[in-house]
């Protein structure tokens, strides 16, 4: 059975950094896509940044690029977020999900098949 887990949410003043890590298990995702989502009260879930599994090219939301790195570690089945410059706008819960025989780095949500339970961000001003 396939499940993922994040942690490393929290409760952060504003511009300072949090490192949100998905450890997956039930199977081995080296070669697929995996991403973070972000989902703030009343609001859809939206994407933050996604990784591929073979070349770890990346893709990030306009809104955190040059702030937040997305990096995978193949070896532990892990995906991280290092969350830098944080801003109250951030505040929402951070999704990890996986694209499943996807190659290169997608904002495509519907296309990522399995999620995780999520770990909230609250950035205070």
């Known amino acids: 059975q396939v499940q993922l887990v994040e942690s490393g949410g929290g409760l952060v003043q504003a511009g300072g950094s949090l490192r949100l890590s998905c450890a997956a298990s039930?199977?081995?995702?080296?070669?697929?896509?995996m991403g973070w989502f972000s989902q703030a009260p009343g609001k859809e879930r939206e994407f933050v940044a996604s990784?591929?599994?073979?070349?770890?090219?990346?893709s990030y939301a306009i809104s955190v690029r040059g702030r937040f790195t997305i990096s995978r570690d193949n070896a532990k089945n892990t995906v991280y977020l290092q969350m830098n410059s944080l801003k109250p706008e951030d505040t929402a819960v951070y999704y990890c999900?996986?694209?499943?025989?996807?190659?290169?780095?997608?904002?495509?949500?519907?296309?990522?098949?399995?999620w995780g339970q999520g770990t909230q961000v609250t950035v205070s001003s």
């Open positions: 990784i591929s599994g073979t070349d770890a090219g990346t």
């Open positions: 039930g199977r081995t995702f080296s070669k697929d896509t």
């Open positions: 999900g996986v694209a499943e025989g996807i190659v290169g780095p997608t904002a495509r949500r519907t296309i990522y098949n399995y």
